[in-house]
């Protein structure tokens, strides 16, 4: 199962994505949660990647379509994956592509969880993350509006959009994706 999740910043995708790794033996990709380990560790990649994060900024797609290229070679992802946080910008999607075509594989589907900006900032309101300032969220966004969501057209014209009311219970979310990626 080679899945991507997709949506704004506090549509979910990480706490969907829990449930969906457990149910399906995968691993969970985040491309977020790796650049906040390398900030953490302070890093040459995190050096670089912590300011432009702590300015709701993407990080050059360079460094980006670099770690995720290595990690889809490790053992643990032979079964599937899933990306949470990449791709998100259309050449990252294209690296994507070629990387995964080189490995024989491709992407089934892309589960987009819908909310609101207004429903993001109120939830962003209880997040205690560095870069969850309303600011920096807004800058989040922004660049999700402009960069990212062009990758849905990309998708849905290749039939991988999947969708999801990214707003409703924890469990109700987590049933309609499973229902949209078993078909
Ligand atoms: P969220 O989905 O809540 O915005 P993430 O944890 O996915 O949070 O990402 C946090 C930050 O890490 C982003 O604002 C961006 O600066 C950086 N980042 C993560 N993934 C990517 C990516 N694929 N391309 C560029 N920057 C990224």
Redesign the pocket.
């Known amino acids: 199962m080679d899945l991507v999740f997709f949506?704004?910043?506090?549509?979910g995708?990480?706490t969907q994505a829990q449930k969906i790794i457990s149910e399906y033996g995968i691993p969970q990709i985040?491309?977020?949660?790796i650049?906040?380990a390398a900030v953490a560790n302070q890093t040459p990649l995190g050096q670089q990647?912590g300011p432009?994060?702590a300015a709701?900024?993407?990080?050059?797609?360079e460094?980006?379509i670099g770690i995720?290229a290595e990690r889809l070679k490790e053992q643990d992802c032979v079964k599937g994956f899933l990306l949470?946080?990449?791709?998100?910008?259309i050449p990252?999607a294209e690296a994507l592509e070629a990387v995964l075509k080189k490995l024989g594989r491709k992407i089934e589907h892309v589960v987009s969880l819908e909310v609101s900006d207004q429903v993001i900032h109120e939830r962003m309101k209880g997040r205690g993350?560095a870069?969850d300032s309303p600011q920096t969220v807004q800058k989040?966004l922004d660049?999700?509006r402009r960069l990212t969501e062009p990758l849905k057209a990309h998708y849905q014209k290749q039939g991988l959009l999947r969708p999801i009311n990214g707003v409703g219970s924890v469990d109700e979310i987590a049933t309609a994706i499973k229902r949209a990626i078993s078909g």
């Open positions: 949506g704004p910043p506090g549509a995708k990480g985040s491309t977020g949660e650049l906040r990647a432009l994060m709701g900024k993407l990080v050059p797609d460094l980006v995720v949470d946080g990449f791709p998100r910008t990252q993350r870069d989040r660049e999700f």
